[in-house]
Every structure is written in C-alpha cells, then in structure tokens.
C-alpha cells in the first residue's frame, strides 16, 4: 500500500510483452487470466535485483512527491549554478516548462547572493556520497548539464555502462527518489525550495469528487452518482477501490459496499484457504460475490494489518 502510485510518471512495458518475455525466460508462469506467478528462478532473480537497488523505501518517497518533475529542477538548477560559476550568462537552459523554468529562477535569485556555488557543490557531493552503491551515484550524475557539458541521455549511459536504457532509467528514478529523501531530512538543504508544490495527492481528483459525492449523501447508488458525474459505474467503482486504498479512513467505503452476507462468506473462504489475497482464488470458492466486493474485502484486511 504504501508503494501505490509510485511510477505513475514513468514509462512501463507492455504488459502482456513483459509476461511473455519473462516467461519464456522461465522467470514466472502464467494463466489465461494473466495471474502471474514467480518460478524458484523467478524467486533468486528478484532477490539477486532487490540486493543490486538500494533500500526500497525510495519507492515509497515516489509514491508521494513527483519525482520525475523534481528531477527536471535538479538538472536544470544545476546547469544555472554551473554557469553562473562561470559567470556565463548566454547559454541554451535545459528544456522545461514554462512553470517549473520560474520555480528555478526564482529559487536561483534568492540563493545566489549567498555562497551558493559552494553550498550546491558540498551538497551535491554530499548527496552522492551517500549512495551504497556509487555506481549509481556514477550513473545519476553522468546525466547532469553543465557549463560545456551536456547530460548523456539514458541510452548513452546505457551504451557507455553496459546496461538497458530501461535498466538505466529505473536507476535514475530511484537515485532521484533517494535523494528526494535525503533532502527532505536535512533541515537546512539548498535544494528543498525545489520541492515546491511536488506532494502527490492522496488520490486522483476525478477520484477525489466520485469519492466525496459518495461519503457526503449515503443515499446515492453507485449508479447515481455515475450519472451524476457522466462516467461510467465501473468508473465509479474503480475511484472507490482506489480511495479504500489509500484514504485514511476508508471504513465508511468498506461498511457501505460489503454486504455483512458476503463479508460473512469471504471470512469463512479465508480461514480454509489462504490464497485469499488473490481474487482469482477467491472467485473459485465464493464464485457469487462480486468483484468490488471481494477486492474492497482483501483491501480491508490488508489495512487492517498494517495498521
């Protein structure tokens, strides 16, 4: 859970290319429904992965800032102080929007009468060092813009290490999303103005209004309220399995859309089976309950436990 909406801003392989790739590298197996399953192979390879990233909480910093928006300031505030330590001013800035481009201005013009060439650069080193692995450090900085130094795009550093594009551009994300941690927990950093406005919000705000119009009038069907906002119900229904995700008090959500029957049939499903937490299981032995309501179910005991 806390990892939901973390790679939003990213690109992902097709699905269904991604299961057959690694499928026939004998890495999972898989069903018609597209249940995926790692193999003992699959197993060690996710673990020999997990050992080569750092310490997956930086997942959890992406799920909550927009890192890829956070990393285009970076590159670009870089590329400012760099310049600017040159005392050049006649140079092409790295493309970004025309919002994002006035957060760095702005931030530059109230740091620049203060040391900030050596404050940047201690940072940044700072920042770096702290990497278990420097390769990756190696990695992120290869794609920094400088005075006579243009960034290698992820292919470039991906030819030059030896590594997928793909590969390089997991890495990049995760050495931003770190940092992101880093900075957030040093009280005085050069970089936090930076971070302006880049909280996630809890929920999208399409989901966001289907899920108010739902806690504020009790009397409104799923229906109704697709109506009411001219979407589909299963729209409908999908705002809602992602609010009980991640609201903080989705009771309201479980209590209203779980029938005490059914709530009644998944508790006894999942005393004798404890493949529950997969809803193609639960479907062979409650095969009457529908889906929102099994999904809203695993989603209600998963917060349970976390709690």
């Known amino acids: 859970m806390p990892y939901f909406g973390a790679f939003h801003e990213i690109s992902v392989p097709d699905p269904k290319e991604a299961v057959s790739t690694l499928t026939a590298a004998g890495l999972i197996t898989s069903d ?11 197993r060690e390879y996710r673990n020999k992965l997990r050992n080569r990233f750092e310490p997956l909480n930086w997942i ?18 870089l590329q400012v102080i760099s ?18 481009n006035n957060i760095v201005k702005k931030w530059f ?11 940047v650069h201690k940072e940044l080193e ?13 990695i992120f900085a290869q794609s920094f813009v400088g005075h006579e130094v243009s960034g290698h795009t992820n292919d470039q550093i991906g030819i030059e290490t030896n590594e997928s594009a793909e590969r390089i551009a997991v890495i990049q ?22 971070l302006s406005g880049l909280i996630k919000p809890q929920i999208s705000g399409s989901t966001e209004v289907t899920y108010r119009q739902f806690v504020n009038n009790s009397t409104l069907s799923l229906e109704r309220i697709a109506d009411l906002r001219h979407i589909k119900v299963n729209t409908v229904k999908e705002h809602l399995i992602e609010a009980a995700m991640v609201v903080p008090q989705p009771s309201d959500i479980f209590s209203r859309l779980i029938s005490d029957k059914n709530d009644d049939i998944l508790n006894q499903v999942i ?8 809803f193609i299981n639960l479907s062979k032995f409650a095969p009457d309950v529908p889906f929102m309501q099994a999904r809203l179910f695993q989603i209600k005991r998963i917060r349970a436990n976390e709690a």
Do not use: C
């Open 109 to 119: 013009i109230n740091y620049k009468d203060n040391d900030v060439v050596t404050r």
């Open 126 to 138: 700072s920042l770096l060092d702290n990497f278990s692995n420097q390769k990756y450090a190696d």
């Open 60 to 77: 959890e910093t992406a799920s909550k800032f927009d890192v890829v928006t956070f990393k285009k300031r970076f590159i670009l505030a």
């Open 173 to 194: 994300f995760m050495v931003m999303a770190s940092m992101v941690t880093m900075i957030i927990d040093k009280p005085n950093s050069v970089f936090k103005p930076l």
């Open 32 to 42: 018609q429904d597209m249940l995926v399953t790692l193999t003992e192979k699959g």
């Open 271 to 278: 005393q004798q089976h404890p493949e529950w937490t997969r």
């Open 83 to 100: 310049e600017f330590s040159y005392d050049n001013n006649r140079y092409y800035p790295s493309s970004i929007d025309f919002f994002n």
